[in-house]
């Protein structure tokens, strides 16, 4: 029997085989492999299809949260509100900006931050939380309009976490183009994947930006004299030239993401399953479903050849690094913590077969029934 992957990257390789390699001999005929022409074009191309004035190509999804962090103010010891059901780097990347993570409680219908706790968390420690890191999960964006109205009020800076999110849309406008900056991930499983790492912040602030360009490598304007303490994080031109070939096709591949969630829809109503909703704008990184019996449901559906993952099992406030040293928003976290013993994300990625979708969504049918 045949298993059905929960994601590929090599599949999205094998859909532009042909393009990637050309793109590839393009750069190594070149001779030059860092910062050079491929990353300032698809710099310019992936601002121009996010909608903003700069996109500043960077080493990795957690440097460009770090980095964006940086270039907003964010500074040693300053707290920096996000979420603990996310993917750890989000809370890695606030620690290596120097921040101290405050942990806000989720919706449960979105898995984004929750707005009102968020507004609660921010009234209770004026002037003490310097930025908020807005992460839109799974694909389906938070509640961003809300959010950045909270935000504005407080006086505090927003900064999307879009790793999962590339090219999703709230009321027809791109995430990561509502806050100050926003952090972007390139790994082999995104939705817009490199064939290596990469990452990117995206920024409408020309100041932003011209700090962001600073940070990435030592801090250099000219070579070899550092204006401000800087790192090394720096998009390679072979990784580049891959999304340059990929970007073109990320809508397309978000539409095939979206029908197959649909059909994923259609096959799992009626089943007791908790499901993702199809709004417009969510681009499926993932499809998360909720079940009491995940185990059982797990099981047989390994058993039937079909492979799920849950993202994320753990909330970052109960894990060992972080346990008991970071702050607790208004209302705790009750949520995040029901929703851990339950989530599973089914196969998902935009070559995935009709037929094996099919396959799928009659398995998990058939194991939610028996469960």
Same mark, same amino acid.
């Given at each position: 029997?045949?298993?059905i992957?929960?994601s590929?990257?090599k599949?999205?390789?094998?859909a ?11 750069v ?8 050079g022409?491929e ?6 191309e992936?601002?121009?299809?996010l ?8 080493a ?11 270039a907003?103010?964010?500074g040693e010891?300053m ?19 120097g ?7 989720i919706?449960a219908a979105t898995?984004?931050?929750?707005p ?8 209770a420690h ?7 890191v807005?992460?839109?999960l ?5 509640? %961003?309009?809300a959010?950045?109205? =909270?935000c504005?009020?407080?006086g505090? $800076? /927003? *900064?999307?976490?879009?790793?999962? &999110?590339?090219?999703?849309?709230v ?5 990561g183009t ?10 082999p499983?995104?939705?817009l994947?490199?064939?290596g ?11 932003v930006?011209?700090?962001l360009r ?8 000219e070579?070899?004299?550092?204006l401000?303490a800087?790192?090394?994080s720096r ?7 891959i999304l340059?070939?990929?970007l073109?096709?990320?809508d ?7 029908r197959i ?14 499901l993702?909703g199809?709004d417009?704008?969510? %681009?499926?990184?993932?499809?998360? =479903? ?5 185990? $059982? /449901? *797990?099981?047989d559906?390994?058993? &039937? ?9 753990i909330p970052a406030?109960?894990q ?12 705790g976290l ?8 339950e989530i ?5 990625f935009?070559?995935l ?10 398995a998990?049918?058939?194991g939610?029934t028996r469960?």
């Amino acid at each position: 029997m045949k298993m059905i992957p929960q994601s590929s990257p090599k599949a999205s390789y094998l859909a532009h085989r042909e393009a990637i390699g050309q793109a590839v001999a393009r750069v190594l005929d070149s001779g030059w492999y860092i910062l050079g022409s491929e990353t300032r074009a698809f710099e310019e191309e992936f601002a121009g299809y996010l909608g903003v004035r700069h996109a500043i190509g960077v080493a990795n999804g957690t440097d460009a949260v770090a980095l964006a962090l940086r270039a907003c103010g964010v500074g040693e010891g300053m707290q920096v509100a996000t979420v603990a059901h996310t993917a750890i780097a989000t809370i890695a990347a606030i620690e290596m900006a120097g921040g101290r993570p405050m942990f806000v409680d989720i919706d449960a219908a979105t898995y984004g931050m929750d707005p009102e706790k968020l507004d609660a968390t921010l009234a209770a420690h004026p002037g003490q939380i310097g930025a908020v890191v807005l992460v839109h999960l799974y694909g389906r964006p938070a509640d %961003v309009r809300a959010i950045a109205s =909270i935000c504005d009020r407080h006086g505090v $800076a /927003l *900064i999307e976490d879009c790793a999962q &999110a590339h090219g999703a849309t709230v009321a027809g406008r791109r995430v990561g183009t509502w806050g100050r900056a926003a952090a972007f991930s390139f790994y082999p499983t995104k939705n817009l994947g490199a064939l290596g790492d990469g990452g990117a912040v995206a920024t409408s602030e020309d100041a932003v930006a011209e700090r962001l360009r600073l940070l990435r490598q030592y801090g250099w304007k000219e070579r070899n004299n550092s204006l401000i303490a800087g790192v090394n994080s720096r998009l390679d031109e072979l990784q580049a030239a891959i999304l340059r070939v990929k970007l073109p096709a990320l809508d397309a591949e978000n539409s095939a993401r979206r029908r197959i969630a649909g059909r994923y829809t259609e096959l799992l109503q009626g089943t007791g399953l908790h499901l993702p909703g199809l709004d417009e704008g969510h %681009v499926f990184h993932q499809y998360v =479903i909720r079940s009491a019996q995940r185990t $059982a /449901l *797990i099981d047989d559906l390994r058993r &039937a050849g079909i492979e799920t993952a849950i993202h994320y099992p753990i909330p970052a406030h109960l894990q060992a690094a972080y346990r008991g040293r970071c702050g607790v928003g208004s209302g705790g976290l009750g949520v995040t913590e029901r929703i851990v013993g339950e989530i599973l994300s089914l196969p998902m990625f935009p070559q995935l077969p009709e037929v094996d979708a099919e396959r799928v969504g009659g398995a998990v049918r058939e194991g939610a029934t028996r469960v």
